[in-house]
């Protein structure tokens, strides 16, 4: 059996594992958001940035990249996205369903957040996400990288997020 992986922010554009295949998918009942205080990557525990996770939300549906891992990589890849993602244990590895847009169902090592963690921020507006993040600096680079490269990728593949492309436009600007 193979070992997908769903990406929907940074390992869209740096899984940091070779990938075997790569395709369009989606994830219902998530919610792809900003929900996220980072305080390790992009932001410090001092002056917290946003990162993107999901958001268990019935109805909701989260586009993003299925990754197929090369095989006999699943142990060493698996091994590398636990320590990149469970850094603070904000994340729960799950698997689940994705529904590729070639009509075919994969099962996925996804990270969704823990919304009982106290890096959970759901539901800040979209304004006051922009100001932190045209601030916030971490471990791997400012926030706005993380922002921009998340926006450039997902257009870049066809995929429509509107909060986010109003973010990256929003942080251009105070940026300025």
Request: charged share 20%.
């Amino acid at each position: 059996m193979s070992m997908w992986v769903f990406g929907y922010g940074s390992l869209l554009w740096n899984p940091g594992f070779e990938v075997a295949e790569s395709v369009i998918g989606t994830l219902p009942d998530y919610a792809r958001s900003f929900c996220m205080r980072s305080i390790h990557h992009r932001g410090t525990v001092e002056q917290p940035g946003l990162v993107l996770a999901l958001d268990q939300q019935e109805a909701q549906a989260c586009e993003g990249v299925a990754l197929k891992v090369v095989v006999g990589q699943e142990e060493q890849t698996l091994a590398y996205l636990r320590e990149r993602e469970l850094i603070s244990s904000a994340y729960v590895e799950k698997e689940l369903l994705v529904q590729l847009v070639d009509g075919r169902d994969v099962t996925a090592v996804v990270y969704v957040i823990d919304e009982a963690h106290e890096q959970y921020c759901g539901g800040l507006p979209l304004e006051e996400q922009a100001q932190i993040m045209a601030q916030a600096v971490g471990g791997r680079g400012p926030n706005t990288e993380y922002l921009y490269n998340t926006a450039e990728h997902l257009a870049s593949v066809g995929l429509h997020d509107p909060a986010l492309e109003w973010l990256a436009a929003r942080v251009r600007e105070i940026a300025a």
